[in-house]
Protein backbone atom coordinates (compact mmCIF):
# COMPACT_ATOMS: atom_id res chain seq x y z
CA UNK A 1 0.00 0.00 0.00
CA UNK A 2 2.86 2.55 0.63
CA UNK A 3 4.46 1.87 -2.42
CA UNK A 4 1.43 3.51 -4.25
CA UNK A 5 2.95 6.94 -3.52
CA UNK A 6 6.00 5.81 -5.15
CA UNK A 7 4.60 3.91 -7.57
CA UNK A 8 8.14 3.75 -9.69
CA UNK A 9 10.18 3.34 -7.15
CA UNK A 10 11.65 -0.39 -6.29
CA UNK A 11 11.76 -1.64 -2.61
CA UNK A 12 15.71 -1.19 -2.70
CA UNK A 13 15.71 2.12 -3.25
CA UNK A 14 13.66 2.79 -0.08
CA UNK A 15 16.58 2.45 2.45
CA UNK A 16 14.42 2.86 5.28
CA UNK A 17 11.22 1.30 4.67
CA UNK A 18 8.25 2.02 7.51
CA UNK A 19 4.36 2.38 7.96
CA UNK A 20 4.61 -1.20 7.20
CA UNK A 21 1.81 -3.88 7.65
CA UNK A 22 2.26 -6.92 10.06
CA UNK A 23 5.13 -6.48 12.79
CA UNK A 24 7.65 -3.68 13.66
CA UNK A 25 11.23 -4.40 12.22
CA UNK A 26 14.25 -2.88 13.65
CA UNK A 27 17.28 -2.17 11.33
CA UNK A 28 20.69 -1.10 11.20
CA UNK A 29 21.24 2.26 9.99
CA UNK A 30 22.85 2.46 6.77
CA UNK A 31 24.57 6.16 7.19
CA UNK A 32 26.91 7.97 9.37
CA UNK A 33 25.79 9.21 12.31
CA UNK A 34 28.91 12.19 12.19
CA UNK A 35 29.49 12.89 8.40
CA UNK A 36 33.02 14.96 8.99
CA UNK A 37 36.43 13.76 10.22
CA UNK A 38 37.20 16.05 13.56
CA UNK A 39 40.12 18.26 12.58
CA UNK A 40 41.66 21.19 14.77
CA UNK A 41 39.40 23.39 12.35
CA UNK A 42 35.92 21.69 13.15
CA UNK A 43 33.74 23.67 15.54
CA UNK A 44 33.52 21.85 18.00
CA UNK A 45 35.88 20.13 20.16
CA UNK A 46 36.97 16.41 19.32
CA UNK A 47 35.40 15.09 22.93
CA UNK A 48 32.17 16.77 21.72
CA UNK A 49 31.89 15.37 18.10
CA UNK A 50 33.01 11.62 19.88
CA UNK A 51 30.10 12.17 22.83
CA UNK A 52 27.75 13.03 19.23
CA UNK A 53 28.77 10.20 17.24
CA UNK A 54 27.91 7.67 20.15
CA UNK A 55 24.83 9.78 22.03
CA UNK A 56 23.22 10.87 18.73
CA UNK A 57 23.01 14.19 20.25
CA UNK A 58 24.84 17.67 21.76
CA UNK A 59 24.60 19.77 24.56
CA UNK A 60 26.55 23.07 24.23
CA UNK A 61 26.07 26.29 26.50
CA UNK A 62 26.89 29.65 27.21
CA UNK A 63 27.35 30.28 23.43
CA UNK A 64 25.30 33.54 23.76
CA UNK A 65 26.20 36.76 25.32
CA UNK A 66 23.31 38.03 28.30
CA UNK A 67 22.42 40.76 25.03
CA UNK A 68 21.64 38.08 22.46
CA UNK A 69 19.68 36.22 25.31
CA UNK A 70 17.58 39.15 26.07
CA UNK A 71 16.77 39.66 22.41
CA UNK A 72 15.84 36.55 21.27
CA UNK A 73 13.00 35.67 24.90
CA UNK A 74 11.85 39.24 23.93
CA UNK A 75 11.74 38.74 20.18
CA UNK A 76 9.62 35.22 21.12
CA UNK A 77 7.39 36.86 23.80
CA UNK A 78 6.52 39.28 20.81
CA UNK A 79 6.09 36.38 18.14
CA UNK A 80 4.05 34.41 20.72
CA UNK A 81 1.69 37.32 21.69
CA UNK A 82 1.46 38.94 18.49
CA UNK A 83 0.03 35.42 16.63
CA UNK A 84 -2.36 37.67 14.32
CA UNK A 85 0.55 38.59 12.09
CA UNK A 86 0.75 35.23 10.62
CA UNK A 87 -1.07 32.85 8.50
CA UNK A 88 -3.21 30.41 10.51
CA UNK A 89 -1.91 27.34 9.67
CA UNK A 90 1.79 28.32 11.05
CA UNK A 91 0.26 28.38 14.63
CA UNK A 92 -0.17 25.35 16.79
CA UNK A 93 -2.34 25.81 20.04
CA UNK A 94 -2.46 23.39 23.31
CA UNK A 95 -4.73 20.95 22.58
CA UNK A 96 -6.83 22.02 26.24
CA UNK A 97 -6.77 25.61 25.41
CA UNK A 98 -5.61 28.59 23.51
CA UNK A 99 -2.45 28.63 24.36
CA UNK A 100 0.27 29.04 21.52
CA UNK A 101 2.39 26.14 21.89
CA UNK A 102 4.53 26.35 18.42
CA UNK A 103 4.85 28.98 15.57
CA UNK A 104 6.15 27.44 12.48
CA UNK A 105 8.57 29.35 9.66
CA UNK A 106 10.00 31.11 12.50
CA UNK A 107 12.85 31.90 9.78
CA UNK A 108 9.99 33.92 7.88
CA UNK A 109 8.69 35.89 11.24
CA UNK A 110 11.25 37.00 12.28
CA UNK A 111 14.47 38.39 11.38
CA UNK A 112 16.20 38.43 14.34
CA UNK A 113 15.50 34.52 14.50
CA UNK A 114 16.32 34.32 10.81
CA UNK A 115 19.71 35.41 11.84
CA UNK A 116 20.03 33.15 14.82
CA UNK A 117 19.38 30.27 12.14
CA UNK A 118 22.03 31.40 9.84
CA UNK A 119 24.39 31.95 12.68
CA UNK A 120 27.67 29.51 12.68
CA UNK A 121 27.08 28.61 16.16
CA UNK A 122 24.15 26.64 14.97
CA UNK A 123 24.42 26.23 11.19
CA UNK A 124 28.29 26.10 10.97
CA UNK A 125 28.09 23.40 13.79
CA UNK A 126 25.91 21.65 11.35
CA UNK A 127 27.44 21.82 8.36
CA UNK A 128 30.36 19.54 10.24
CA UNK A 129 27.96 17.74 11.93
CA UNK A 130 26.38 16.80 8.11
CA UNK A 131 29.71 17.29 6.30
CA UNK A 132 27.72 19.33 3.76
CA UNK A 133 26.37 22.64 2.91
CA UNK A 134 22.54 22.80 5.11
CA UNK A 135 19.59 24.33 4.09
CA UNK A 136 16.09 24.92 6.85
CA UNK A 137 13.80 21.72 6.57
CA UNK A 138 11.62 23.04 9.09
CA UNK A 139 12.01 25.97 11.55
CA UNK A 140 9.80 26.97 14.50
CA UNK A 141 9.34 28.57 18.02
CA UNK A 142 7.71 26.13 20.52
CA UNK A 143 5.94 26.99 23.93
CA UNK A 144 4.87 24.54 26.68
CA UNK A 145 2.96 26.92 29.13
CA UNK A 146 3.28 26.01 32.71
CA UNK A 147 0.46 24.10 34.54
CA UNK A 148 -0.97 22.51 31.22
CA UNK A 149 1.67 21.29 28.82
CA UNK A 150 1.30 18.09 27.72
CA UNK A 151 3.31 15.00 26.92
CA UNK A 152 4.96 14.22 23.75
CA UNK A 153 5.73 10.32 23.17
CA UNK A 154 9.20 8.94 22.13
CA UNK A 155 9.49 9.21 18.16
CA UNK A 156 12.55 9.35 15.38
CA UNK A 157 11.88 12.63 13.58
CA UNK A 158 13.80 11.20 10.88
CA UNK A 159 10.74 8.19 10.43
CA UNK A 160 8.44 10.78 9.86
CA UNK A 161 10.77 13.01 7.61
CA UNK A 162 11.09 10.34 5.56
CA UNK A 163 7.78 8.77 5.24
CA UNK A 164 5.65 11.65 4.96
CA UNK A 165 7.84 14.55 3.57
CA UNK A 166 10.48 12.10 1.43
CA UNK A 167 13.86 12.77 3.29
CA UNK A 168 15.91 10.13 1.61
CA UNK A 169 18.82 10.00 4.32
CA UNK A 170 19.64 10.07 7.95
CA UNK A 171 21.75 13.27 6.87
CA UNK A 172 19.86 15.92 8.68
CA UNK A 173 20.32 17.34 12.51
CA UNK A 174 17.98 19.32 14.81
CA UNK A 175 19.15 22.02 17.25
CA UNK A 176 17.10 23.46 19.87
CA UNK A 177 17.92 26.94 21.73
CA UNK A 178 16.69 27.03 25.16
CA UNK A 179 14.58 30.24 25.43
CA UNK A 180 13.65 29.20 29.20
CA UNK A 181 15.24 27.86 31.73
CA UNK A 182 14.57 24.00 31.42
CA UNK A 183 15.07 21.77 34.95
CA UNK A 184 14.18 18.32 35.51
CA UNK A 185 10.30 19.08 36.14
CA UNK A 186 9.16 21.67 33.15
CA UNK A 187 9.15 19.20 30.83
CA UNK A 188 13.13 18.97 29.03
CA UNK A 189 13.57 16.88 26.14
CA UNK A 190 14.57 13.56 27.24
CA UNK A 191 16.43 11.41 24.63
CA UNK A 192 17.38 8.02 24.72
CA UNK A 193 21.34 7.91 23.63
CA UNK A 194 22.48 5.55 20.85
CA UNK A 195 19.15 4.83 19.54
CA UNK A 196 20.43 7.18 16.07
CA UNK A 197 21.82 3.95 15.59
CA UNK A 198 18.64 1.94 14.88
CA UNK A 199 15.96 2.35 12.50
CA UNK A 200 12.81 1.62 13.62
CA UNK A 201 10.27 0.43 10.62
CA UNK A 202 7.09 1.77 12.33
CA UNK A 203 3.78 -0.67 11.63
CA UNK A 204 0.39 1.14 10.29
CA UNK A 205 -0.32 2.84 7.51
CA UNK A 206 -0.36 6.98 7.17
CA UNK A 207 -3.41 8.41 7.30
CA UNK A 208 -4.80 11.39 4.98
CA UNK A 209 -3.47 14.56 6.31
CA UNK A 210 -1.86 12.55 9.37
CA UNK A 211 -0.10 16.10 10.69
CA UNK A 212 -3.37 17.51 11.45
CA UNK A 213 -3.34 15.43 14.46
CA UNK A 214 -0.17 14.01 14.99
CA UNK A 215 1.60 17.52 16.07
CA UNK A 216 -0.34 17.64 18.99
CA UNK A 217 -0.40 13.85 19.28
CA UNK A 218 1.35 11.09 16.87
CA UNK A 219 -0.73 7.98 16.98
CA UNK A 220 1.19 6.64 13.49
CA UNK A 221 4.66 6.16 13.29
CA UNK A 222 5.78 5.13 17.07
CA UNK A 223 7.25 2.59 17.90
CA UNK A 224 6.10 -0.24 20.52
CA UNK A 225 7.03 0.14 24.43
CA UNK A 226 9.08 -2.78 24.58
CA UNK A 227 11.31 -1.28 21.75
CA UNK A 228 11.75 2.40 23.72
CA UNK A 229 12.29 -0.21 27.15
CA UNK A 230 14.89 -1.91 25.70
CA UNK A 231 16.96 0.85 23.68
CA UNK A 232 16.49 2.74 26.82
CA UNK A 233 18.01 -0.24 29.09
CA UNK A 234 21.64 0.04 27.52
CA UNK A 235 22.01 3.57 27.67
CA UNK A 236 19.34 5.03 29.93
CA UNK A 237 17.60 8.35 29.23
CA UNK A 238 18.96 11.48 28.80
CA UNK A 239 17.55 14.68 29.68
CA UNK A 240 18.37 18.22 27.95
CA UNK A 241 18.54 20.68 30.82
CA UNK A 242 20.09 23.74 30.77
CA UNK A 243 19.44 27.06 31.24
CA UNK A 244 18.20 29.88 28.74
CA UNK A 245 20.63 29.61 25.64
CA UNK A 246 21.94 25.98 25.75
CA UNK A 247 21.80 24.24 22.27
CA UNK A 248 20.99 21.48 22.06
CA UNK A 249 21.54 19.37 18.74
CA UNK A 250 19.58 16.43 18.63
CA UNK A 251 20.72 14.15 15.33
CA UNK A 252 17.11 13.37 12.84
CA UNK A 253 16.74 9.40 14.31
CA UNK A 254 17.47 10.14 17.92
CA UNK A 255 14.12 8.68 19.94
CA UNK A 256 13.79 11.63 22.16
CA UNK A 257 10.44 13.00 23.58
CA UNK A 258 8.88 15.08 26.82
CA UNK A 259 6.69 14.64 29.67
CA UNK A 260 4.21 16.88 30.90
CA UNK A 261 4.90 20.19 32.99
CA UNK A 262 2.43 20.78 36.06
CA UNK A 263 5.08 23.08 37.54
CA UNK A 264 4.33 27.21 37.14
CA UNK A 265 7.43 27.44 34.71
CA UNK A 266 7.09 27.29 31.07
CA UNK A 267 9.60 25.67 28.36
CA UNK A 268 10.55 27.76 25.36
CA UNK A 269 12.50 27.19 22.35
CA UNK A 270 13.68 28.01 19.06
CA UNK A 271 13.97 24.71 16.42
CA UNK A 272 15.39 24.35 13.82
CA UNK A 273 15.66 21.46 11.59
CA UNK A 274 19.28 21.44 9.00
CA UNK A 275 19.22 19.13 6.53
CA UNK A 276 22.38 18.08 4.00
CA UNK A 277 21.80 19.49 0.86
CA UNK A 278 22.69 16.86 -0.65
CA UNK A 279 19.53 15.44 1.07
CA UNK A 280 16.56 17.28 -0.12
CA UNK A 281 13.46 16.00 0.19
CA UNK A 282 11.61 14.45 -2.94
CA UNK A 283 8.57 12.29 -3.18
CA UNK A 284 7.11 11.03 0.61
CA UNK A 285 8.43 7.21 1.35
CA UNK A 286 5.05 6.16 2.86
CA UNK A 287 2.36 8.60 3.19
CA UNK A 288 -0.17 9.62 0.74
CA UNK A 289 1.02 12.89 -0.23
CA UNK A 290 3.95 15.46 1.07
CA UNK A 291 2.91 17.62 4.46
CA UNK A 292 2.42 21.00 3.88
CA UNK A 293 5.57 24.11 3.42
CA UNK A 294 5.29 24.85 6.89
CA UNK A 295 5.99 21.52 8.21
CA UNK A 296 8.33 20.80 5.58
CA UNK A 297 10.76 23.28 3.46
CA UNK A 298 9.97 21.76 -0.79
CA UNK A 299 11.40 24.74 -2.41
CA UNK A 300 14.39 24.64 -4.43
CA UNK A 301 16.82 24.66 -1.07
CA UNK A 302 19.11 27.45 -0.96
CA UNK A 303 22.19 26.64 1.44
CA UNK A 304 22.86 28.18 4.92
CA UNK A 305 25.89 30.71 4.24
CA UNK A 306 26.97 30.37 8.08
CA UNK A 307 27.44 34.05 10.02
CA UNK A 308 29.49 35.34 12.64
CA UNK A 309 29.50 38.08 15.25
CA UNK A 310 27.08 38.85 17.37
CA UNK A 311 23.43 38.36 17.11
CA UNK A 312 20.94 42.04 16.55
CA UNK A 313 17.29 42.18 16.59
CA UNK B 1 -25.01 25.67 49.66
CA UNK B 2 -22.48 24.10 51.31
CA UNK B 3 -24.50 24.78 54.96
CA UNK B 4 -27.14 22.53 53.96
CA UNK B 5 -24.76 19.40 54.72
CA UNK B 6 -24.06 20.60 58.04
CA UNK B 7 -27.49 22.11 59.06
CA UNK B 8 -26.22 22.68 62.71
CA UNK B 9 -22.76 24.13 61.84
CA UNK B 10 -22.04 27.80 62.62
CA UNK B 11 -19.55 28.89 59.99
CA UNK B 12 -17.45 29.99 62.92
CA UNK B 13 -16.70 26.01 63.89
CA UNK B 14 -15.39 25.43 60.60
CA UNK B 15 -11.89 26.43 60.78
CA UNK B 16 -11.11 26.03 57.39
CA UNK B 17 -13.90 26.54 54.69
CA UNK B 18 -13.80 25.65 51.24
CA UNK B 19 -15.80 24.68 47.81
CA UNK B 20 -16.94 28.26 48.63
CA UNK B 21 -18.79 30.74 45.96
CA UNK B 22 -16.94 34.06 44.87
CA UNK B 23 -13.43 34.13 44.84
CA UNK B 24 -10.53 31.66 46.11
CA UNK B 25 -9.56 33.10 49.68
CA UNK B 26 -6.32 32.59 51.58
CA UNK B 27 -5.96 32.30 55.21
CA UNK B 28 -3.47 31.30 57.58
CA UNK B 29 -2.95 27.70 58.78
CA UNK B 30 -4.91 27.38 62.65
CA UNK B 31 -3.04 24.33 63.77
CA UNK B 32 0.74 23.19 64.66
CA UNK B 33 2.46 21.79 61.65
CA UNK B 34 4.52 19.86 63.97
CA UNK B 35 2.59 18.58 67.22
CA UNK B 36 5.51 17.21 69.44
CA UNK B 37 8.47 19.15 71.34
CA UNK B 38 11.42 17.50 69.93
CA UNK B 39 13.54 15.62 72.76
CA UNK B 40 16.56 12.96 72.75
CA UNK B 41 13.45 10.35 72.71
CA UNK B 42 11.81 11.52 69.91
CA UNK B 43 11.81 8.87 66.58
CA UNK B 44 13.66 11.44 64.56
CA UNK B 45 16.13 13.73 64.76
CA UNK B 46 16.12 17.27 65.66
CA UNK B 47 17.08 18.34 62.10
CA UNK B 48 14.26 16.54 60.62
CA UNK B 49 11.80 17.54 62.74
CA UNK B 50 12.77 21.60 62.22
CA UNK B 51 12.65 20.36 58.27
CA UNK B 52 9.53 18.84 58.34
CA UNK B 53 7.87 22.03 60.69
CA UNK B 54 9.25 23.95 58.20
CA UNK B 55 8.73 22.82 54.91
CA UNK B 56 5.63 20.27 55.37
CA UNK B 57 7.65 16.92 54.55
CA UNK B 58 10.76 14.77 55.27
CA UNK B 59 12.47 11.98 53.43
CA UNK B 60 13.79 9.44 55.02
CA UNK B 61 16.10 7.15 53.72
CA UNK B 62 17.41 3.35 53.97
CA UNK B 63 14.50 2.73 56.87
CA UNK B 64 14.71 -1.28 55.55
CA UNK B 65 16.30 -4.32 55.08
CA UNK B 66 17.18 -5.62 51.39
CA UNK B 67 15.02 -8.78 52.79
CA UNK B 68 12.31 -6.22 54.34
CA UNK B 69 12.17 -4.04 50.61
CA UNK B 70 12.11 -7.62 48.34
CA UNK B 71 9.02 -9.17 50.66
CA UNK B 72 7.21 -5.81 50.14
CA UNK B 73 8.10 -5.22 46.68
CA UNK B 74 6.99 -8.45 45.69
CA UNK B 75 4.00 -8.45 47.99
CA UNK B 76 2.85 -5.35 45.86
CA UNK B 77 3.28 -7.04 42.48
CA UNK B 78 1.37 -9.85 43.26
CA UNK B 79 -1.33 -7.81 44.82
CA UNK B 80 -1.55 -5.41 41.14
CA UNK B 81 -1.32 -8.60 39.48
CA UNK B 82 -4.61 -10.53 41.64
CA UNK B 83 -7.09 -7.85 41.34
CA UNK B 84 -9.95 -10.06 40.98
CA UNK B 85 -9.50 -10.78 44.78
CA UNK B 86 -10.92 -7.71 46.31
CA UNK B 87 -13.99 -5.66 45.75
CA UNK B 88 -14.36 -3.54 42.57
CA UNK B 89 -14.66 -0.65 44.54
CA UNK B 90 -11.08 -0.63 45.90
CA UNK B 91 -9.45 -0.80 42.45
CA UNK B 92 -8.90 2.34 39.87
CA UNK B 93 -7.57 2.13 36.86
CA UNK B 94 -5.57 4.43 34.16
CA UNK B 95 -8.18 6.92 32.62
CA UNK B 96 -6.30 5.52 29.01
CA UNK B 97 -6.11 1.84 29.62
CA UNK B 98 -6.96 -1.06 31.82
CA UNK B 99 -3.70 -0.71 33.56
CA UNK B 100 -3.88 -0.68 37.90
CA UNK B 101 -3.15 2.61 39.25
CA UNK B 102 -4.74 2.24 42.74
CA UNK B 103 -6.00 -0.33 45.37
CA UNK B 104 -7.68 0.74 47.68
CA UNK B 105 -7.78 -0.33 51.91
CA UNK B 106 -4.48 -2.07 50.96
CA UNK B 107 -4.21 -2.93 54.85
CA UNK B 108 -7.27 -4.64 54.75
CA UNK B 109 -6.18 -6.73 51.44
CA UNK B 110 -2.58 -7.60 53.11
CA UNK B 111 -1.11 -8.97 56.02
CA UNK B 112 2.26 -7.81 55.14
CA UNK B 113 1.24 -4.34 54.29
CA UNK B 114 -1.09 -4.13 57.60
CA UNK B 115 2.22 -5.03 59.78
CA UNK B 116 4.13 -2.12 57.72
CA UNK B 117 1.43 0.09 58.31
CA UNK B 118 2.16 -0.19 62.24
CA UNK B 119 5.43 -0.51 61.96
CA UNK B 120 6.98 2.03 64.39
CA UNK B 121 9.16 3.16 61.56
CA UNK B 122 6.07 4.71 59.78
CA UNK B 123 2.98 4.87 62.61
CA UNK B 124 5.75 5.24 65.47
CA UNK B 125 7.12 8.40 63.20
CA UNK B 126 3.21 9.75 62.83
CA UNK B 127 2.51 9.42 66.58
CA UNK B 128 5.35 12.29 66.84
CA UNK B 129 4.51 14.57 64.28
CA UNK B 130 0.96 14.79 65.35
CA UNK B 131 1.42 14.40 68.80
CA UNK B 132 -1.37 11.73 69.54
CA UNK B 133 -2.35 8.05 69.12
CA UNK B 134 -3.30 7.49 65.23
CA UNK B 135 -5.24 5.29 63.23
CA UNK B 136 -5.31 4.98 59.47
CA UNK B 137 -7.89 7.05 57.90
CA UNK B 138 -6.92 6.02 54.08
CA UNK B 139 -4.21 2.99 52.63
CA UNK B 140 -3.66 2.73 49.33
CA UNK B 141 -1.09 1.25 46.94
CA UNK B 142 -0.25 3.67 44.16
CA UNK B 143 0.63 2.55 40.43
CA UNK B 144 2.11 4.53 37.92
CA UNK B 145 3.00 2.46 34.52
CA UNK B 146 5.63 3.35 32.43
CA UNK B 147 5.21 5.15 29.10
CA UNK B 148 1.31 5.96 30.38
CA UNK B 149 1.46 7.49 33.50
CA UNK B 150 -0.65 10.45 33.79
CA UNK B 151 -0.37 13.78 35.63
CA UNK B 152 -1.49 14.66 39.07
CA UNK B 153 -2.33 18.05 39.41
CA UNK B 154 -2.01 20.53 41.93
CA UNK B 155 -3.49 19.68 45.55
CA UNK B 156 -4.05 19.64 49.10
CA UNK B 157 -5.72 16.20 50.12
CA UNK B 158 -6.49 18.54 53.67
CA UNK B 159 -8.96 20.19 51.14
CA UNK B 160 -10.11 16.98 50.23
CA UNK B 161 -10.54 15.67 53.39
CA UNK B 162 -12.46 18.46 55.31
CA UNK B 163 -14.62 19.34 52.65
CA UNK B 164 -15.79 15.72 51.71
CA UNK B 165 -15.24 13.37 54.83
CA UNK B 166 -15.21 16.12 57.68
CA UNK B 167 -11.70 15.75 58.67
CA UNK B 168 -11.78 18.84 61.40
CA UNK B 169 -8.51 19.92 62.03
CA UNK B 170 -4.79 19.37 60.13
CA UNK B 171 -3.69 16.95 62.23
CA UNK B 172 -3.35 14.57 59.55
CA UNK B 173 -0.07 13.06 57.93
CA UNK B 174 0.55 10.46 54.53
CA UNK B 175 3.41 8.33 54.61
CA UNK B 176 4.69 7.12 51.06
CA UNK B 177 6.65 4.22 50.85
CA UNK B 178 8.73 4.01 47.30
CA UNK B 179 8.26 0.41 46.03
CA UNK B 180 10.44 1.47 43.16
CA UNK B 181 12.87 3.84 42.26
CA UNK B 182 11.72 7.19 41.75
CA UNK B 183 14.13 9.55 39.27
CA UNK B 184 13.20 13.00 38.31
CA UNK B 185 11.35 11.51 35.42
CA UNK B 186 9.27 9.18 36.27
CA UNK B 187 6.58 11.08 37.93
CA UNK B 188 7.66 11.86 41.58
CA UNK B 189 6.21 13.68 44.06
CA UNK B 190 6.56 17.10 43.22
CA UNK B 191 5.66 19.44 46.94
CA UNK B 192 5.23 23.09 47.66
CA UNK B 193 7.78 23.53 50.55
CA UNK B 194 6.02 25.71 52.82
CA UNK B 195 2.65 25.51 51.63
CA UNK B 196 1.21 23.41 54.53
CA UNK B 197 0.75 27.05 56.34
CA UNK B 198 -1.50 28.49 54.12
CA UNK B 199 -5.59 27.35 53.27
CA UNK B 200 -6.67 27.82 50.45
CA UNK B 201 -10.53 28.25 50.48
CA UNK B 202 -11.30 26.96 46.61
CA UNK B 203 -14.21 27.91 44.26
CA UNK B 204 -16.73 25.84 43.57
CA UNK B 205 -19.29 23.50 44.77
CA UNK B 206 -19.01 19.84 45.25
CA UNK B 207 -21.12 17.39 42.89
CA UNK B 208 -22.59 14.44 44.11
CA UNK B 209 -20.29 11.48 44.21
CA UNK B 210 -16.96 13.63 43.10
CA UNK B 211 -14.88 10.95 44.06
CA UNK B 212 -16.19 9.10 41.14
CA UNK B 213 -14.18 11.50 38.66
CA UNK B 214 -11.80 13.35 41.03
CA UNK B 215 -9.08 10.07 41.77
CA UNK B 216 -9.01 10.18 37.79
CA UNK B 217 -8.25 14.03 37.25
CA UNK B 218 -9.47 16.37 40.28
CA UNK B 219 -11.69 19.31 39.01
CA UNK B 220 -12.90 20.74 42.25
CA UNK B 221 -10.82 21.97 45.42
CA UNK B 222 -8.39 22.98 43.18
CA UNK B 223 -6.20 26.05 43.75
CA UNK B 224 -5.85 28.82 41.09
CA UNK B 225 -2.50 28.67 39.09
CA UNK B 226 -1.56 32.37 40.11
CA UNK B 227 -1.89 30.81 43.67
CA UNK B 228 0.73 27.88 42.98
CA UNK B 229 2.88 29.61 40.91
CA UNK B 230 3.14 32.51 44.14
CA UNK B 231 3.80 29.62 46.49
CA UNK B 232 6.12 28.35 44.74
CA UNK B 233 7.89 31.31 44.22
CA UNK B 234 8.79 31.45 47.81
CA UNK B 235 10.60 28.12 47.76
CA UNK B 236 10.45 26.64 44.76
CA UNK B 237 9.39 22.88 44.01
CA UNK B 238 10.99 20.07 45.85
CA UNK B 239 10.62 16.46 44.12
CA UNK B 240 10.80 13.55 46.18
CA UNK B 241 13.25 11.18 44.91
CA UNK B 242 14.58 8.23 46.34
CA UNK B 243 15.14 4.31 45.96
CA UNK B 244 13.07 1.72 46.44
CA UNK B 245 12.00 2.12 50.50
CA UNK B 246 12.34 5.42 50.47
CA UNK B 247 9.88 6.89 53.15
CA UNK B 248 7.86 10.69 52.24
CA UNK B 249 5.99 11.97 54.92
CA UNK B 250 4.00 14.76 53.93
CA UNK B 251 1.58 17.02 56.03
CA UNK B 252 -1.71 16.83 55.26
CA UNK B 253 -2.25 20.27 53.63
CA UNK B 254 0.79 20.35 52.01
CA UNK B 255 0.27 21.30 48.02
CA UNK B 256 1.47 18.35 45.83
CA UNK B 257 1.15 16.57 42.41
CA UNK B 258 3.18 14.81 40.19
CA UNK B 259 4.12 14.69 36.48
CA UNK B 260 3.04 12.13 33.84
CA UNK B 261 5.46 9.43 33.02
CA UNK B 262 6.69 8.16 29.70
CA UNK B 263 9.92 6.63 30.73
CA UNK B 264 9.68 3.01 30.55
CA UNK B 265 9.80 2.48 34.26
CA UNK B 266 6.87 2.67 36.20
CA UNK B 267 6.79 4.51 39.57
CA UNK B 268 4.84 2.11 42.73
CA UNK B 269 4.03 3.35 45.88
CA UNK B 270 2.57 2.32 49.38
CA UNK B 271 0.48 4.50 50.94
CA UNK B 272 -0.60 5.04 54.74
CA UNK B 273 -2.68 8.08 56.03
CA UNK B 274 -2.44 8.78 59.67
CA UNK B 275 -4.93 10.82 61.29
CA UNK B 276 -4.55 11.97 64.88
CA UNK B 277 -7.15 9.90 67.04
CA UNK B 278 -8.51 13.47 68.79
CA UNK B 279 -9.75 14.63 65.04
CA UNK B 280 -11.71 11.44 63.69
CA UNK B 281 -14.22 12.79 61.05
CA UNK B 282 -17.21 13.78 61.50
CA UNK B 283 -19.94 14.85 58.83
CA UNK B 284 -18.41 16.61 55.67
CA UNK B 285 -17.87 20.46 56.07
CA UNK B 286 -18.60 20.90 52.07
CA UNK B 287 -20.09 17.76 50.13
CA UNK B 288 -24.01 16.50 50.10
CA UNK B 289 -22.66 13.44 51.66
CA UNK B 290 -19.48 11.53 52.59
CA UNK B 291 -17.15 9.54 50.65
CA UNK B 292 -17.21 5.46 50.76
CA UNK B 293 -14.86 4.07 53.44
CA UNK B 294 -12.82 2.67 50.88
CA UNK B 295 -11.51 6.18 50.77
CA UNK B 296 -11.92 7.58 54.08
CA UNK B 297 -12.54 5.37 57.22
CA UNK B 298 -15.57 6.20 59.20
CA UNK B 299 -15.38 3.27 61.09
CA UNK B 300 -14.88 3.82 65.01
CA UNK B 301 -10.94 4.94 64.87
CA UNK B 302 -8.73 2.41 66.22
CA UNK B 303 -5.34 3.26 67.80
CA UNK B 304 -2.68 2.25 66.08
CA UNK B 305 0.20 0.19 68.87
CA UNK B 306 3.20 1.06 66.67
CA UNK B 307 5.13 -2.75 66.30
CA UNK B 308 9.09 -2.89 66.80
CA UNK B 309 11.09 -5.33 64.78
CA UNK B 310 11.96 -6.43 60.82
CA UNK B 311 8.70 -6.90 58.58
CA UNK B 312 7.69 -10.80 57.58
CA UNK B 313 5.32 -11.36 54.97
Known amino acids: MNMQSRPNLKAAQDAYPTRVPGQERLSDRKDPVLWSDWSVDAPISKAEADFYAENGYLI ?13 TET ?9 DFPDEDVIREPDSDAVRTVFRLDRHSRAFRRLACDSRLAGVAEFLLGDQVYLHQSRLNYKPGFAGKEFYWHSDFETWHAEDGMPRMRAVSASVLLTPNGPH ?5 LVPGSQNLFISCVGETPEANHETSLKQQKVGVPQPETIARLADR ?25 GNITPDPRANAFFVYNAMSNAVGTPFAAPAPRPAFLANREQPKAIKPVSGPLTA
Request: include cysteine; charged fraction near 20%; aromatic fraction near 6%.
Open 76 to 84: ADALRNGGT
Open 186 to 190: NGPLL
Open 60 to 72: RRDLFSPDELRML
Open 235 to 259: AGIASAEGGTGTVIFFECNTLHGSN
